[in-house]
């Protein structure tokens, strides 16, 4: 990926004690970061604020985080905006939250353009709102040609989902002749999944301190390397992710082998 070096450095000014652009390997970047946004609602209630003024202040995160990584040249971001599990929430959130994400989606789409993002949707679109669903398939076919970083946002995911999807769709292809049981391998069940043509994520990020997958990415998570913070979703910012990548660059990754 291509990476400018002047913008690079202006947008990393001023860092703070324990980070900086230089505690990072630039040449050995992970290529898929993925991330798990958690923490909104705390944020807001300890402020005394509505849960739906966390996830307002969630999305400047994630604009933050996706250009500090446009800026660093990391080839695929993922993030995760809303589960299949997601719609027991109260029906008032589940709303302020689809309405939010056509809003950001419009709002940012001269951001995708101008820094040559493509967008990809993770997730089942199907069951979304109307006017969510077509600004989400606007912002998909304004992008398709961008050829700078991709970003994956998993909207309506959950993984088991995803994944009996295209136990289901290799059935069918056996069942209908255009395929043999022979040639359902990883690759084969990898090419049905929403993440097709994308590489496994190198890098996981989860904030607030939870330590578990939510259904979220489990077949493409198997090598990743996991990285948790303790700070809320809202208050992640640049330094955040450069401290996230120094950290995979500490491990020693050995994909079930020896060194
Ligand atoms: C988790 O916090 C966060 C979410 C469910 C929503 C995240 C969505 C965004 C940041 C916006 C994404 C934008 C687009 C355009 C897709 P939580 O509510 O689970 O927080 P809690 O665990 O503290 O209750």
Same mark, same amino acid.
């Given at each position: ?68 990584? /446009?800026?660093?040249?990391?080839? /695929? ?77 998993? /909207? ?17 292809? /056996? ?85």
């Amino acid at each position: 990926m291509q990476r400018d070096e002047e913008k690079l450095g202006r947008y990393f000014v001023n860092p703070p004690d324990d980070i900086s652009l230089a505690s990072v390997d630039l040449d050995h970047l992970p290529r898929h970061i993925s991330l798990i946004m958690d923490g909104n609602g705390r944020w807001a209630t300890s402020r005394g604020l509505d849960r739906s003024e966390g996830h307002v202040a969630g999305v400047k995160a994630l604009r933050e985080t996706i250009t500090a990584s /446009v800026r660093l040249g990391i080839d /695929v971001l993922t993030a995760y905006a809303f589960s299949t599990e997601n719609w027991r929430r109260p029906q008032h959130e589940v709303d302020l939250l689809m309405h939010l994400f056509a809003t950001t989606l419009v709002r940012e789409l001269p951001l995708f353009e101008r820094e040559n993002v493509r967008l990809v949707f993770l997730g089942d679109l199907e069951a979304l709102p109307r006017q969510t669903k077509e600004v989400f398939e606007e912002g998909l076919n304004e992008t398709a040609a961008h050829t700078g970083m991709t970003l994956g946002l998993a /909207v309506n995911y959950g993984s088991r989902a995803e994944m009996v999807r295209a136990a289901r769709t290799l059935a069918a292809k /056996v069942s209908d002749g255009t395929m043999s049981i022979d040639d359902i391998d990883a690759d084969a069940f990898s090419d049905e999944l929403y993440t097709t043509g994308l590489p496994d994520p190198e890098l996981l990020i989860r904030t607030s301190g939870e330590m578990r997958l939510s259904n979220y990415l489990l077949w493409q998570l198997a090598y990743t390397e996991f990285y948790v913070t303790d700070t809320y979703w809202p208050d992640f910012g640049r330094w955040d992710l450069l401290r996230a990548i120094s950290s995979f660059q500490s491990r020693d990754r050995r994909f079930g082998g020896v060194k």
